[in-house]
């Protein structure tokens, strides 16, 4: 069973730009969580989505976004780029029964100069 | 709100040593808790997890029992390898309708040397 995917796997972006990471979750699994990783912060939640909805959502600024589509698939969109996003950003996804349990990606690492 | 504590790290041993990485949290109700593992370049793979008090999650030699009492999850390992250097953390997930959510420690990086 393929796990997580995430892509692409690093990117440079410039600030002011947008940006857009995609994750394909373990198949079957219906649920995607996305994290943010820095040396500061470490992990931060950013949102879930499940079954196309946003089911909770963390403390971060309306730039981050995020939609789920109906084959479970997400991405997650950062506009107006900081150089503070830059970060390993982390999806992680779980079956529809009801448990904390998250299978990460290895993530999508983002460095804004 | 939510939180998790890990010890500060980095922790430095020998390999055989006993290790042990603390972690309390504070959160309401009756969380559950985990061990999450990265390897340097990679995501998180869970390592072990329990989901209600007196349980104990093991996995790899990997132990830690979850303490209502002391709100503690420390994670303990007999005999550590060179290939157990990685970034350890502790995690709890709150439930609910959070059951995607979870709020980590700061992680503890280890180092094992042969």
């Known amino acids: 069973k393929a796990g997580v995917t995430q892509t692409p796997r690093y990117l440079i972006k410039t600030r002011g730009q947008q940006v857009t990471l995609s994750c394909s979750p373990i198949s079957g699994h219906r649920s995607v969580s996305w994290y943010q990783q820095t040396p500061g912060q470490g992990l931060q939640f950013l949102f879930e989505y499940f079954s196309e909805t946003q089911r909770n959502k963390g403390n971060f600024p309306g730039r981050f976004s995020g939609r789920q589509f109906s084959n479970s698939r997400s991405e997650m969109n950062v506009s107006t780029l900081e150089l503070g996003d830059s970060a390993l950003y982390l999806c992680a996804s779980r079956t529809s029964v009801n448990t904390g349990e998250l299978f990460f990606g290895e993530g999508s690492r983002l460095t804004v100069l | 709100g939510d939180s998790v504590t890990q010890m500060e790290g980095p922790v430095t041993l020998s390999e055989e040593a006993f290790l042990t990485i603390n972690c309390t949290y504070t959160?309401?109700?009756?969380?559950?808790l985990f061990w999450y593992v990265q390897y340097p370049g990679e995501g998180l793979q869970l390592l072990l997890k329990a989901t209600k008090a007196d349980d104990k999650g093991s996995n790899k030699g990997f132990e830690a029992t979850y303490r209502k009492e002391t709100t503690s999850f420390h994670l303990e390992k007999g005999s550590v390898q060179v290939s157990d250097s990685a970034v350890y953390f502790c995690a709890l997930n709150a439930g609910g309708t959070s059951y995607g959510k979870l709020t980590f420690g700061q992680g503890t990086i280890l180092t094992v040397h042969p």
């Open positions: 959160a309401t109700g009756y969380p559950s």
